[in-house]
């Protein structure tokens, strides 16, 4: 009998050996595919590989999509300083939509009629996934059966058990995702609204403790040198990672929405992705006028909320990220930053765009550019509005 093509989201976790290990029982040609957001070595990849085929797996690749993360996604989530609820970088839903993306591409490939993954019914990924699938393959039938029965992690571990798989599945006491735009932990503290986490829940330690001053050279809106040596933005953003992880640097705990309507708590530890949303905001401070900074704020909002929600594809997400583009043109310059023990300073600017290098006048100083009665004027008529409106009012 001829086994149907399917192409499942392999991570190499208990979740997914299961559906592996199940669906290759149940007359499945099956294609595990891994991809790569920054967050796998060599030897995990080849760790993950070997896992796979021992699964029942009839092909395993590992897709290297950091280029793709990077041009779609982050590059965006820089120019609009997104931050959800002022606070999170965005670091897993964003990886979430890229690799649905890259798994759909290759279920087309080899010409699959079935996709599955290992989400529960409890979180955010089973809608990212299926909403990425489901666009852009509504023709694949969709497998979940962690979802779809309900199985614990005791159902998963006594079914491998029975099939001569004794592997040790304990759970890790926290659960880290690690990408290049930031790094999820979680564990039993963020289940809590109480609980923080502790310091060793945290993949980086303390390991600096002496200020180091940093140079972060930006064009149009992207990171091009770190402290004067000039490179692609990937490599630069892991450089930087390198450097800043060491002060322990971007440790916080996002509460939010999550899309199935519930509140939810995550740990997580993003030292180069604030470091360089805050340098890259403060440089828009300078090169900016007002208007461009309000609606690029209230469209950057928007668009990290839907990124979140798996709604990448939506036309309007590509309207959005092309204003974000526009908005860039200036944004050229160096960002002065030091690094302490847990925090960072923005020290300050030099870009030929500064809006502040003007002859018209500083700040709380001197104008050079109108008179005192001009100034008195344009003070009288912008009050108007308001004064018209007390007037009436204090009459009732």
Same mark, same amino acid.
């Given at each position: 009998?001829?086994?149907?093509?399917? +192409?499942?989201?392999?991570?190499?976790g @208990?979740?997914?050996?299961?559906?592996?290990?199940?669906?290759?029982k149940?007359?499945?040609?099956?294609h595990a595919i891994?991809v790569?957001? !920054?967050?796998f070595s060599?030897?995990?990849?080849?760790t993950i590989e070997s896992?796979?085929?021992q699964?029942?797996?009839?092909?395993?690749?590992?897709?290297n999509?950091?280029?793709?993360?990077?041009?779609?996604?982050?590059k965006?989530?820089?120019? $609009?300083?997104?931050?959800?609820?002022?606070t999170y970088p965005?670091s897993?839903?964003?990886?979430?939509?890229?690799?649905?993306i890259?798994i +759909?591409?290759?279920a087309k490939?080899?010409?699959?009629?079935?996709?599955?993954? !290992?989400?529960?019914?409890?979180g955010?990924?089973?809608v990212?996934?299926?909403l990425?699938?489901?666009?852009?393959?509504?023709?694949?039938?969709?497998i979940?059966?962690?979802?779809d029965?309900?199985?614990?992690?005791?159902?998963e571990?006594n079914?491998l058990k029975?099939? $001569?798989?004794?592997i040790?599945?304990?759970?890790?006491?926290?659960s #880290?995702?690690q990408?290049?735009w930031?790094?999820? +932990? $979680? $564990?039993?503290?963020?289940?809590?609204s109480?609980?923080?986490?502790?310091?060793s829940a945290?993949?980086?330690?303390?390991?600096e403790?002496q200020?180091?001053?940093?140079?972060?050279q *930006?064009e =149009?809106?992207e990171?091009?040198?770190? /402290?004067?040596?000039?490179?692609?933005?990937i490599?630069?953003?892991?450089?930087l990672?390198? #450097?800043?992880? =060491?002060?322990?640097?971007? %440790?916080?705990?996002?509460?939010g929405?999550t899309?199935?309507g519930?509140k939810?708590?995550i740990?997580f530890?993003?030292?180069?992705?604030?470091?360089?949303?805050?340098s890259h905001?403060?440089l828009? =401070?300078?090169?900016?006028?007002k208007?461009?900074?309000?609606?690029?704020?209230?469209l950057?909002? *928007?668009?990290?909320?839907?990124?979140?929600?798996g709604?990448? @594809?939506d036309p309007?997400?590509r309207?959005?990220?092309? *204003?974000m583009?526009s908005?860039?043109? %200036?944004?050229?310059?160096?960002v002065? +930053?030091?690094l302490?023990?847990y925090? *960072?300073?923005?020290?300050?600017?030099n870009s030929?765009?500064?809006?502040?290098k003007?002859?018209?006048?500083?700040?709380g100083?001197?104008?050079?550019?109108?008179?005192?009665?001009?100034?008195?004027?344009f003070?009288?008529?912008t009050?108007n509005?308001?004064?018209?409106?007390?007037?009436? /009012?204090? =009459?009732?």
């Amino acid at each position: 009998m001829k086994k149907e093509t399917l +192409v499942l989201a392999y991570s190499g976790g @208990l979740d997914t050996s299961y559906s592996l290990k199940k669906l290759s029982k149940d007359n499945y040609e099956i294609h595990a595919i891994s991809v790569n957001t !920054g967050g796998f070595s060599i030897e995990e990849i080849e760790t993950i590989e070997s896992k796979a085929y021992q699964m029942g797996a009839f092909t395993y690749k590992n897709i290297n999509a950091l280029e793709a993360f990077y041009k779609k996604i982050v590059k965006y989530l820089l120019f $609009g300083n997104v931050l959800k609820n002022n606070t999170y970088p965005l670091s897993v839903s964003a990886e979430r939509i890229i690799q649905a993306i890259e798994i +759909v591409r290759y279920a087309k490939k080899v010409g699959a009629k079935y996709i599955a993954h !290992g989400s529960t019914g409890a979180g955010n990924d089973q809608v990212r996934f299926d909403l990425i699938f489901q666009v852009m393959a509504p023709e694949m039938e969709i497998i979940t059966l962690i979802r779809d029965n309900q199985l614990s992690r005791e159902d998963e571990i006594n079914y491998l058990k029975s099939k $001569g798989i004794d592997i040790p599945w304990e759970k890790a006491k926290y659960s #880290i995702n690690q990408g290049l735009w930031g790094t999820s +932990v $979680g $564990g039993s503290e963020t289940l809590t609204s109480h609980l923080p986490l502790p310091n060793s829940a945290y993949p980086s330690k303390l390991e600096e403790e002496q200020p180091t001053k940093i140079e972060l050279q *930006f064009e =149009k809106g992207e990171l091009v040198s770190l /402290n004067g040596n000039s490179s692609d933005s990937i490599k630069l953003i892991q450089d930087l990672q390198k #450097i800043a992880k =060491k002060y322990a640097i971007g %440790r916080d705990i996002h509460v939010g929405d999550t899309i199935i309507g519930i509140k939810g708590r995550i740990g997580f530890e993003a030292a180069a992705p604030l470091i360089l949303i805050k340098s890259h905001h403060l440089l828009e =401070k300078h090169t900016l006028s007002k208007w461009q900074q309000y609606q690029k704020e209230q469209l950057a909002n *928007f668009y990290g909320m839907q990124l979140h929600e798996g709604q990448y @594809l939506d036309p309007a997400m590509r309207d959005i990220e092309a *204003f974000m583009e526009s908005s860039q043109t %200036r944004v050229t310059g160096t960002v002065f +930053v030091e690094l302490w023990p847990y925090r *960072f300073e923005l020290l300050g600017i030099n870009s030929p765009f500064d809006l502040m290098k003007v002859d018209f006048g500083s700040y709380g100083e001197m104008n050079k550019s109108w008179t005192a009665d001009e100034a008195k004027g344009f003070i009288k008529l912008t009050s108007n509005a308001t004064k018209i409106y007390q007037h009436l /009012n204090s =009459k009732k």
